[in-house]
Nanobody, 118 residues
Framework: QVQLVESGGGLVQAGGSLKLSCAAS????????MNWFRQAPGKEREFVAA???????YYADSVKGRFTISRDNAKNTVYLQMNSLKPEDTAVYYC????????????WGQGTQVTVSS
């Protein structure tokens, strides 16, 4: 099991940018596939982006071209750079670690709030 702590959320105007970070504990971070999910009020949690242990990436259609996922294995950290933010990107963003590509089970962080004002 890996412990995850997200940071970097906040309030931003539409069109702006934010960079989320997720710090992981443990010596085996480099072996995990890392993911970002989000949950808006009244909606189910949805997939946002994933990066494999080898660096392959995959994005939800709703964020493709605007968000970039990356990882720094030396720092045990995964990032989500979010550009051209829209009000519909408002949600709690969660980091998740897993052994399987694009499927669970996952270890989850506590989440960080992102609010995009119009």
């Amino acid at each position: 099991q890996v412990q995850l702590v997200e940071s970097g959320g906040g309030l931003v105007q539409a069109g702006g940018s934010l960079k989320l970070s997720c710090a992981a504990s443990g010596r085996t971070f480099s072996r995990y596939n890392m993911n970002w999910f989000r949950q808006a009020p009244g909606k189910e949690r949805e997939f946002v982006a994933a990066i494999s242990w080898s660096g392959s990436t995959y994005y939800a259609d709703s964020v493709k071209g605007r968000f970039t996922i990356s990882r720094d294995n030396a720092k045990n950290t995964v990032y989500l750079q979010m550009n051209s933010l829209k009000p519909e990107d408002t949600a709690v963003y969660y980091c998740a670690a897993g052994n399987n590509w694009l499927r669970g089970p996952y270890d989850w962080g506590q989440g960080t709030q992102v609010t995009v004002s119009s």
